[in-house]
Nanobody
Framework: VQLQAFGGGLVQAGGSLRLSCAAS????????MGWFRQSPGKEREFVAA????????GYADSVKGRFTFSRDNAKNTVYLQMHNLKPEDTAVYYC?????????????????WGQGTQVTVSS
């Protein structure tokens, strides 16, 4: 089971980026998928999650209305579209997969993790 996240980069405040996370080794048709982020000196925090089975999604308050989490079951890939980026969004973004829960924001519930992709938002 492998997750590969990509799509990060450097963007000015107010700009947009789309992160992708491709899953391989298993069909994630019943897995909860999540995005977390971690900036220097801070704990890893929840960003968004989406259920594979019915597409139910949830977001951290800090990104609600700016980020959209979607999935393509046929490609075993999830996407995090980020708009109106702010300097405080700067972090390494990680995708994760959870085998057991329908929905959770707790990072320790997630079983598989990608390697992370850096997002830097300049002011």
């Amino acid at each position: 089971v492998q997750l590969q996240a990509f799509g990060g980069g450097l963007v000015q405040a107010g700009g947009s980026l789309r992160l992708s996370c491709a899953a391989s080794g298993r069909t994630f048709s019943s897995y909860l998928m999540g995005w977390f982020r971690q900036s220097p000196g801070k704990e890893r925090e929840f960003v968004a999650a989406i259920s594979w089975s019915d597409g139910v999604s949830g977001y951290a308050d800090s990104v609600k209305g700016r980020f959209t989490f979607s999935r393509d079951n046929a490609k075993n890939t999830v996407y995090l579209q980020m708009h109106n980026l702010k300097p405080e969004d700067t972090a390494v973004y990680y995708c994760a997969a959870d085998r057991q829960h329908y929905y959770t924001q707790h990072l320790y519930d997630y079983d598989y993790w990608g390697q992370g992709t850096q997002v830097t938002v300049s002011s």
